[in-house]
């Protein structure tokens, strides 16, 4: 199975978040430095309100998947993952919360 790096923007009051310079340069950027590594694909998710009309605690959500473990592993610790992690301030004011884990399953509806 593959492994997800799951990575989430917090939604405070006082967080500023450039969805545009995040999508447009960042994640391609990430792209471009990690495929080396084993990233097989990214997605970006902006979170509405919740059902009963409250603000989410997160605001931005991405889901980097990779073919292996140890290939998400070895693109944070390279010299690539240095350069990614100093690139957020340039979009975010807030770090975000990084999860890690192996994909339970993965079914796509047609």
């Known amino acids: 199975m593959t492994y ?13 978040f450039d969805q545009n310079d995040y999508i447009s340069r960042h994640m391609p950027l990430v792209a471009h430095e990690w495929k080396k590594y084993g990233m097989i694909r990214w997605f970006a998710t ?22 292996t473990e140890e290939g998400a592993k070895a693109a944070f ?4 993952g240095t350069k990614i992690m100093k690139d957020v301030s340039n979009y975010s004011t807030k ?13 796509q509806l047609s």
Do not use: M
């Open 95 to 107: 770090p975000p919360l990084f999860l890690f884990g192996s994909t339970l399953h993965s079914s």
């Open 46 to 67: 902006s979170f509405g309100n919740n059902l009963d009309g409250s603000k989410p605690q997160f605001a931005i959500c991405c889901v980097i998947t990779w073919e």
């Open 77 to 80: 610790q390279g010299p690539e």
């Open 4 to 16: 997800d790096v799951v990575i989430l923007y917090s939604n405070d009051p006082d967080d500023v």
